[in-house]
Each structure stands twice: as C-alpha cells, then as structure tokens.
C-alpha cells in the first residue's frame, strides 16, 4: 500500500507555496482543508498532470 502525503510535504517537494498548491486543488475540485491535509495518490497524480 502506498503512503500519502500531506500538502506540506508535497509542497516541500514541488518546491511550492503551502498556499499555492492548497489553491491550485480548490481549482481542481479536491478538498484540502489545511497544510496538513492528506492527499491520494490519485489525487497527486490528478494535480501533476496539469
């Protein structure tokens, strides 16, 4: 089973604002609630797509 990550830690990763990837998965139609928030595989897949 694969692991998820929280917004922060994809964050970290992409080199990105906390806030501005929180944004960019409002514009995607994914909840994320705070920098702390799980994220899905399928939805880290969905968001690195575009």
Known sequence: ?????RVL???AKLKVDTGD??????LLDISTC???SCLSNQHIEKSLSY
């Open 1 to 5: 089973m694969a692991r998820s990550l």
């Open 34 to 36: 705070s920098r702390s």
């Open 9 to 11: 830690e994809l964050a």
């Open 21 to 26: 990837l929180i944004a960019a998965y409002t």
